[in-house]
Each structure stands twice: as structure tokens, then as C-alpha cells.
């Protein structure tokens, strides 16, 4: 299970990106997949996870509450890849932003650092002007 996360850079305060989380290894569709940030001096949170398309959970999708109505996860199976488009950002947004992978978990669409085995490596986002 691979994961390649790609699309941070420095964005001004109302601007938008898009990540990619690009999987390999594995079948996505089998997979919950999550966004997680890690912010200078705090620990990682949870931003979006997308449950797997096999099981209870099939289409749900979780958001933290700072990010409601901002950012939008999003599969595409034939890309085996996962986006996480975040519109009108803030500098709070800041952080290292990882996206993480597992065929599991403990407690049903828990979006926690925690739940998640494989993780890629991470692309800054900083929003500031």
C-alpha cells in the first residue's frame, strides 16, 4: 500500500487548492481513505475521510467541522485516486496536509489519526498573505 499526496503550495486567504492522493498497491474502492493536517506545534487532525465502497459506510463522507462547506472529498476509482479540493481558505488551514489509507477500523467512520495504517508523506499548504 503506497500513497503519494501532491498539491500544497502558498495560497492567499479566500484562494483554493486541490490535493491529490494518488494510491498504488492497492484497490481504492476497498479502502476508507482520509485527509489529515498537522499544524506547527499541534497534533495531527482529522479534515475528510471517504468510507470504502464496500460495507455499511458505502458513500458517507465526514467532515471536521472547520471545513464544512469549504472542502469537498472526492474518489475517482479509475485514477485510483483521492482529491481534497479546500476552497476559502484561512490561515488556520495551514499545516501539513497527509492523506492515509486502512481496509478497517474500530470504531465505524471514525476520522482519527489513529484508525489509519498507511500514510503518504505529506504537502504543505500555507495560506497566508
Known amino acids: 500500500v503506497q500513497l503519494q499526496a501532491s498539491g500544497g503550495g502558498l495560497v492567499q486567504p479566500g484562494g483554493s487548492v486541490r490535493l491529490s492522493c494518488a494510491a498504488s498497491?492497492?484497490?481504492?474502492?476497498?479502502?476508507?481513505i482520509g485527509w489529515f493536517r498537522q499544524a506547527p506545534g499541534k497534533e495531527r487532525e482529522g479534515v475528510s475521510c471517504?468510507?470504502?465502497?464496500?460495507?455499511?459506510?458505502?458513500?458517507?463522507?465526514t467532515y471536521a467541522d472547520s471545513v464544512k462547506g469549504r472542502f469537498t472529498i472526492s474518489r475517482h476509482n479509475a485514477k485510483n485516486t483521492v482529491y481534497l479540493q479546500m476552497n476559502s481558505l484561512k490561515p488556520d488551514d495551514t499545516g501539513v496536509h497527509y492523506c492515509?489509507?486502512?481496509?478497517?477500523?474500530?470504531?465505524?467512520?471514525?476520522?482519527?489519526?489513529?484508525?489509519?495504517?498507511?500514510w503518504g508523506q505529506g504537502t504543505l499548504v500555507t495560506v497566508s498573505s
Open positions: 492515509a489509507a486502512n481496509d478497517h477500523l474500530h470504531y465505524p467512520e471514525s476520522c482519527v489519526p489513529s484508525e489509519f495504517a498507511h
Open positions: 498497491g492497492f484497490t481504492l474502492d476497498y479502502y476508507h
Open positions: 471517504t468510507w470504502s465502497n464496500i460495507g455499511s459506510s458505502v458513500g458517507n463522507i
